[in-house]
């Protein structure tokens, strides 16, 4: 018998002695003397009965333990183990009835539910295994899309941890040298440390009360200049889980290399300072000429062909300046700048909303009820 069994047979065997013991001392003290006598003759006679019939007693009480503990104990703590084996290693693990008979009900009761169990966990296993199939070629497709796209797309989760981007985000964000330091981008790392935290947190809370307000226009806009010299113009939209909740799931960044457009926005100033100050004495000469013509008009034949003249070069000096500014400027006229469309309100909303926060200023607001929609950079 088990360390156990023992200990409920030593039990067992005190609780029997006591007992006997208390039935025996209750039986003499009702006995008279006369009748004590005749039982001190009886056990003189024989001693060894009444030992022999508690070893006896004893011996079965020791062959019950023995058989409940090996019959029912012992197998039930067997299968209970075997449970565990099921619902941990195992779900296809089976209990045997036959080598335990005696709980044979249970056995088959723990069988039935294992099988269940099993079924259950194979469905669930392949419901995870196709949702997994599912995302996996979203994934697989959303990567191919943006792997072609010129501008470079970045997809962060709501802390902004980045989740998926293609190799023209990776070119824009690192540059074309070496990646060093914090100035490369990978999965699991955050936006806030390729990109300026400034500029996105500014761009989210404008999200943000957009999405208060219930406008379905959800980007912003904003340009961050790189260590390398280079400026990107970034879209920024949330990806949001349903129309109803409007919950933001994410963000996805979309990143354009518009240092070249800063350039020709410097180029068209030129263009500009060009035509207003260097066309400026031709059209001052042409001008007087005319003026002089009109107010003469008693002018002699050459002296008026003089004037024309004049105002024929001046003429086709301007011309020719203006077709080399539109031959030098003609791909920068077509460019635009690097801003975002923005209603004058939202503007005046995001000035309210940062200079109260301030608490320096004490200021009321008044737009106009007509919508004026500017181009700007809002940051």
């Given at each position: 018998?088990?360390?156990?069994?023992?200990?409920?047979?030593?039990?067992?065997?005190?609780?029997?002695?006591?007992?006997?013991?208390?039935?025996?001392?209750?039986?003499?003290?009702?006995?008279?003397?006369?009748?004590?006598?005749?039982?001190?003759?009886?056990?003189?006679?024989?001693?060894?009965?009444?030992?022999?019939?508690?070893v006896?007693?004893?011996?079965?009480?020791?062959?019950?333990?023995?058989?409940?503990?090996?019959?029912?104990?012992?197998?039930?703590?067997?299968?209970?183990?075997?449970?565990r084996?099921?619902?941990?290693?195992n779900?296809?693990?089976?209990?045997?009835?036959k080598?335990?008979?005696?709980v044979?009900?249970?056995?088959?009761?723990i069988?039935?539910?294992a099988?269940?169990?099993q079924?259950?966990?194979?469905?669930?296993?392949?419901?995870?295994?196709?949702?997994?199939?599912?995302?996996?070629?979203?994934?697989?497709?959303?990567?191919?899309?943006?792997?072609?796209?010129?501008?470079?797309?970045?997809?962060?989760?709501?802390?902004?941890?980045?989740?998926?981007?293609?190799?023209?985000?990776?070119?824009?964000?690192?540059?074309?040298?070496?990646?060093?330091?914090?100035?490369?981008?990978?999965?699991?790392?955050?936006?806030?440390?390729?990109?300026?935290?400034?500029?996105?947190?500014?761009?989210?809370?404008?999200?943000?009360?957009?999405?208060?307000?219930?406008?379905?226009?959800?980007?912003?806009?904003?340009?961050?200049?790189?260590?390398?010299?280079?400026?990107?113009?970034?879209?920024?939209?949330?990806?949001?889980?349903?129309?109803?909740?409007?919950n933001?799931?994410?963000?996805?960044?979309?990143?354009?290399?518009?240092?070249?457009?800063?350039?020709?926005?410097?180029?068209?100033?030129?263009?500009?300072?060009?035509?207003?100050e260097?066309?400026?004495?031709?059209?001052?000469?042409?001008?007087?000429?005319?003026?002089?013509?009109?107010?003469?008009?008693?002018?002699?034949?050459?002296?008026?062909h003089?004037?024309?003249e004049?105002?024929?070069?001046?003429?086709?000096?301007?011309?020719?300046?203006?077709?080399?500014?539109q031959?030098?400027y003609?791909?920068?006229?077509?460019d635009?700048?690097?801003?975002?469309?923005?209603?004058?309100?939202d503007?005046?909303?995001?000035?309210?909303?940062?200079?109260a926060?301030?608490?320096?200023?004490?200021?009321?607001?008044?737009?106009p009820?007509?919508?004026?929609?500017?181009?700007?950079?809002?940051?």
């Amino acid at each position: 018998m088990r360390a156990n069994a023992w200990v409920w047979f030593l039990a067992a065997a005190a609780l029997e002695a006591a007992i006997l013991v208390a039935a025996a001392m209750a039986l003499w003290s009702q006995l008279l003397p006369d009748e004590r006598v005749v039982l001190e003759m009886i056990w003189a006679r024989q001693p060894g009965l009444p030992i022999l019939a508690g070893v006896a007693l004893l011996l079965l009480l020791g062959a019950g333990v023995h058989l409940i503990f090996k019959w029912y104990i012992d197998p039930v703590r067997s299968v209970a183990e075997d449970v565990r084996l099921i619902a941990i290693g195992n779900s296809a693990h089976r209990l045997d009835a036959k080598a335990r008979p005696a709980v044979q009900d249970l056995i088959a009761g723990i069988n039935l539910l294992a099988e269940q169990y099993q079924s259950t966990q194979q469905d669930v296993l392949a419901q995870i295994a196709k949702a997994n199939a599912a995302i996996e070629e979203e994934r697989n497709t959303l990567a191919a899309l943006i792997s072609h796209l010129t501008q470079g797309v970045l997809v962060c989760n709501p802390e902004g941890r980045i989740l998926l981007y293609n190799q023209r985000a990776r070119a824009l964000v690192e540059g074309s040298g070496q990646a060093v330091g914090s100035n490369w981008i990978g999965l699991g790392r955050s936006v806030y440390s390729v990109m300026d935290k400034k500029r996105i947190t500014h761009a989210l809370l404008n999200i943000e009360q957009t999405l208060r307000q219930g406008e379905t226009r959800l980007m912003t806009a904003f340009v961050t200049s790189r260590p390398d010299g280079k400026l990107l113009n970034v879209h920024l939209m949330p990806v949001l889980d349903n129309d109803v909740d409007r919950n933001i799931r994410g963000y996805v960044f979309i990143l354009e290399d518009i240092t070249r457009r800063i350039g020709v926005e410097n180029r068209r100033s030129t263009l500009l300072r060009s035509l207003t100050e260097g066309q400026r004495s031709a059209i001052a000469g042409i001008r007087a000429a005319i003026e002089t013509i009109l107010s003469y008009p008693e002018m002699d034949t050459a002296r008026r062909h003089e004037f024309l003249e004049v105002i024929q070069g001046e003429a086709l000096k301007v011309s020719d300046d203006l077709d080399r500014l539109q031959l030098e400027y003609s791909q920068d006229i077509k460019d635009h700048g690097p801003f975002e469309d923005m209603l004058g309100t939202d503007l005046l909303a995001a000035l309210e909303r940062q200079l109260a926060d301030g608490g320096e200023y004490d200021l009321e607001i008044s737009a106009p009820v007509e919508p004026l929609w500017i181009r700007l950079d809002s940051y």
